[in-house]
């Protein structure tokens, strides 16, 4: 079979030959990729938020788990809340993605172009933060009025050692008299002198801390039962933003972050709250998709492999005819 070589500056003569339809194609395709990434591919814009998770809100857990605090951006009734004035519903649950670093979360919400995004992330990070208050909200008053049960069980044992005390104090005498013998026989008689009753001594200390003891008592339960009632209000506002059709929290967490402090009196290792927002919600005034200088430059990389493929494919097509006819001719 007889073989056709053919050199480098062949080669080069052959794209020169067809530099107009390699420039054309590489053309078309830029431009083509310019115009659908420009007016015709939905741009894709992200709104950001960072929060920062609170420890020791959940019993037994330093940090809340981030599939737990994601599960409840997604709970129906939380949707159904942020969703209720929205005429064209987007794909929430395809749209915010969670990242986790060192105690912080980034929270990204994916949307076309929504000047109300930062607006609808805040609102979605508000609600979310109140079904995880409410939720937990059941277990701590439990524990609150549990706290209290026990407190008063100890005040009234330390009230009833308070009057045993007493009654032994009536039967005690603050002091004895204590006899002396002189050990010179010449003395006349032993004299007595009277001193402090340990006893008594004793007893009168073990009252006055059972008196401090009973004051811290009922000073623990007044702040145990203060704590109690103004978190089962604040329950009740959270209840009520989870079902208004306008969510306002401000007075609503300044009263929980002023309840934070009495909270933490009594329970130092315990948070009221699931997690603060470190950032507020920020758009990213350019998208992120498509990337227009990207699809362009791949474009035109395609185009020129293209053009360069049909530049010698058209010359192989030419030299096949040629030889074809000239074989013919002889």
Known sequence: METYEIDLWELLQTLNRRKMLIIGIVFVSVIMSYVFSAFFIDKQYQTEMWIRLNE??????????????????????VIQVITKNLSDIPDLKNSLSFT?????????????????APQLLQKWTTIARLKLIEEEGTRLIATLENDISTTQTKLAKEEQNLEEIKKLLLKESQFIEVEVVPKDTT????????????????????????????????????????????????????NKNLDATEVNTNKLFNDLNKLRIKFNAIYSNRSIEPFQVVSAPYSNPNPISPNVKLNVLLAGFLGLFVGVFLAFFLEYVKTMKEQNQSQTVV
């Open 56 to 77: 020791n809100f959940l019993p037994d857990q330093k940090e809340i788990p981030l599939e737990y605090l994601k599960s409840h951006f997604f709970y129906p009734e």
């Open 187 to 238: 003395e006349p008689k032993t004299f007595v002198y009277k001193e402090l009753n340990p006893n008594y001594t004793d007893l009168k200390t073990e009252e006055k801390n059972i008196k401090l003891e009973i004051v811290k008592l009922k000073n623990q339960i007044k702040l145990l039962e203060q704590v109690l009632e103004e978190y089962k209000v604040i329950l009740t506002e959270v």
């Open 100 to 116: 986790q670093v060192n105690g912080l979360v980034q929270i990204v919400y994916t949307h076309t172009f929504d000047s109300k």
